[in-house]
């Protein structure tokens, strides 16, 4: 069971440092997403508050929200990158859903490094 805990732990920190670094979207696309990426903001932060009162499928609800919002912004970027963004958000959800850290891991990296905000692993 500990060891189930320490991966649901670290799977959910990567939420938190998800919502903490989503604002920087704003710069890489530019002001007029801001709409969108504050949806897509506050959608997290529910995926977040239902996750800690131990709902999971509102929280799956919620995250996979505020993912296919933050997937439609891909599409300013262009076809292919729009495409790509959507494949990397589903693959980012059913990551979650089958609690595979290395997947949410995987494909969080993907999208980070997509915002220009790549992950530090000294940071952990």
Do not use: C, Y
């Amino acid at each position: 069971m500990a060891g189930d805990e320490r991966a649901s732990t670290e799977r959910l920190w990567a939420l938190e440092r998800f919502v903490a670094g989503i604002d920087e979207l704003k710069t890489v696309l530019g002001a007029d997403t801001a709409p969108s990426v504050e949806k897509a903001k506050t959608q997290l932060i529910t995926a977040v508050a239902a996750r800690d009162r131990g709902d999971r499928d509102a929280a799956l609800v919620a995250l996979a929200q505020a993912m296919a919002e933050l997937a439609g912004l891909g599409d300013r970027l262009g076809g292919a990158e729009g495409t790509m963004m959507r494949a990397v958000t589903a693959a980012f959800i059913q990551g979650l859903a089958r609690d595979d850290r290395d997947a949410v891991e995987r494909n969080l990296a993907v999208i980070q490094s997509h915002a220009g905000t790549p992950k530090n692993k000294e940071t952990r």
